[in-house]
């Protein structure tokens, strides 16, 4: 097996780089409208674990999502779940409920996936990256009682928690019966409560062809995914200390990197807000390679079981 670890005779090093081993595996969909996703398998699973749910943009790269946090999330015991919202199926997987309602297939996945026995916890934690971040933060504003913390990275643009028409805010459009903006503002206490964290690129600071703009939306967000992120962590805040709530969001700019996955990865340290640790997580995991050619463990395609 690969592994990114140093060469070292010190058995409590020998023993965190076992720990960090996992497979890269490739589940296929179960049938039509299921989603395919990668796995990142721990080679000494923590059945008490929680799993850790990681959402890709929209170049859909799923595979560097669960290769980039294989490592340290095996030495902690825990699966790392990829899943991959096609562009045919989903092809606005970030509003959550759009065509093919992709909050439907991520559901009916996890509930496979605990019949396999992958996780067995009553909770998961969720984190994505731009288009995946969109889709993280407004999962979890109809489903908070599933989502245990959630790590929002780079996403193009938020829903709020104020009075704009969905999807800006939690107010119905018009001629909307039963929108979904008033959905997720009557789980909005329960949402506010969870530990959240917002990241984004330090450079990340210039609209590009993907970032949404507009007169409206850029004078509630503002212009760039820095400031908007910036905006909502502090927006987020703010709602929940207005309900006697204590805030659990915190913001972070990730150091040398703009709007590049890998490039958040291997300069800004995404791995680690992702899955923190100390001890054998810093011990198993040695920075650099796992955000080039891929991970630490070895690949299979899986095409039965699981």
Same mark, same amino acid.
């Given at each position: 097996m690969l592994r990114n670890v140093p060469k070292t005779g010190d058995a409590r090093t020998d023993a %965190? /780089?076992?720990? *960090?081993?996992?497979?890269?595996?490739?589940?296929? =969909?179960? !049938? #039509?409208?299921?989603? +395919?996703?990668?796995?990142?398998?721990?080679?000494?699973?923590?059945?008490?674990?929680?799993?850790?749910?990681?959402?890709?943009?929209?170049?859909?790269? %799923? /595979?560097?999502? *669960?290769?980039?946090?294989?490592?340290?999330?095996? =030495?902690? !015991? #825990?699966?790392?779940? +990829?899943?991959?919202?096609?562009?045919?199926?989903?092809?606005?997987?970030?509003?959550?409920?759009?065509?093919?309602?992709?909050?439907?297939?991520?559901? %009916?996945?996890?509930s496979e996936l605990r019949l396999t026995g992958i996780w067995n916890t009553r909770s998961f934690e969720l984190a994505g990256f731009s288009g995946g971040a969109q889709f993280a933060h407004r999962f979890a504003m109809l489903y908070p009682q599933l989502v245990s913390r959630l790590t929002l990275s780079s996403a193009g643009w938020y829903t709020f928690p104020d009075t704009a028409a969905f999807p800006y805010g939690f107010s119905a459009r018009p001629g909307r019966r039963n929108d979904w903006g008033p959905r997720m503002a009557a789980g909005l206490d329960q949402f506010l409560r969870l530990p959240i964290q917002v990241c984004v690129g330090a450079e990340d600071n210039l609209q590009d062809a993907n970032t949404r703009s507009g007169a409206e939306i850029d004078r509630q967000q503002g212009r760039d995914r820095l400031t908007r992120a910036q905006r909502w962590a502090e927006a987020i805040s703010a709602a929940a200390a207005a309900r006697g709530i204590a805030p659990q969001v915190t913001f972070k700019a990730l150091p040398g990197c703009g709007h590049d996955f890998r490039d958040c990865v291997e300069y800004g340290g995404l791995d680690s807000v992702v899955v923190p640790g100390t001890g054998p997580v810093e011990a198993a995991v040695v920075r650099g390679s796992a955000a080039g050619s891929g991970f630490s463990g070895r690949e299979v395609m899986l095409q039965a079981g699981l």
């Open positions: %965190a /780089k076992r720990a *960090a081993d996992f497979t890269l595996v490739k589940r296929p =969909a179960k !049938g #039509r409208g299921a989603l +395919a996703c990668w796995l990142a398998l721990p080679a000494e699973m923590d059945p008490k674990a929680t799993p850790l749910v990681a959402v890709h943009g929209i170049q859909r790269r %799923a /595979k560097d999502q *669960a290769a980039s946090y294989g490592a340290r999330a095996a =030495a902690l !015991g #825990r699966p790392v779940i +990829a899943p991959i919202f096609d562009a045919r199926a989903w092809p606005r997987y970030q509003q959550v409920v759009r065509k093919g309602r992709a909050d439907h297939a991520l559901l %009916a996945l996890m």
